[in-house]
Nanobody
Framework: QVQLVESGGGLVQPGGSLRLSCAAS????????MGWYRQAPGKQRELVAV???????TYADSQMGRFTISRDNAKNTVYLQMDSLRPEDTAVYYC???????????????WGQGTQVTVSS
């Protein structure tokens, strides 16, 4: 019923930038919070940033000032601009959505398939 598809990952040198996108599609009535999470090998999935439908943002401390989350509500898309990337940012990045369907069902556990970000020289 709902698909979240990420794109934009890849290999980048330390200090470089990447922009991730996540597009949601399906029987969507409203998307509330959208967020980015990441999971490095051997570690738990962690929050990167979240944005509400009204544009209020929250960031993990380690990303503050380097990453910027934004969204285009008309396109059901959330973005993550990542600057000044560090090797420790290497992870699979997942988007998440809190979505209300036309059926009236709401679920905050919609996830994309993930996109790999590797920061290495």
């Amino acid at each position: 019923q709902v698909q979240l598809v990420e794109s934009g990952g890849g290999l980048v040198q330390p200090g470089g930038s990447l922009r991730l996108s996540c597009a949601a599609s399906g029987s969507i009535r409203t998307i509330y919070d959208m967020g980015w999470y990441r999971q490095a090998p051997g570690k738990q999935r962690e929050l990167v940033a979240v944005i509400t439908s009204g544009g209020i943002t929250t960031y993990a401390d380690s990303q503050m000032g380097r990453f910027t989350i934004s969204r285009d509500n008309a396109k059901n898309t959330v973005y993550l601009q990542m600057d000044s990337l560090r090797p420790e940012d290497t992870a699979v990045y997942y988007c998440n959505g809190d979505i209300l369907l036309f059926s009236g069902r709401r679920n905050n556990n919609y996830w994309g398939q993930g996109t790999q970000v590797t920061v290495s020289s």
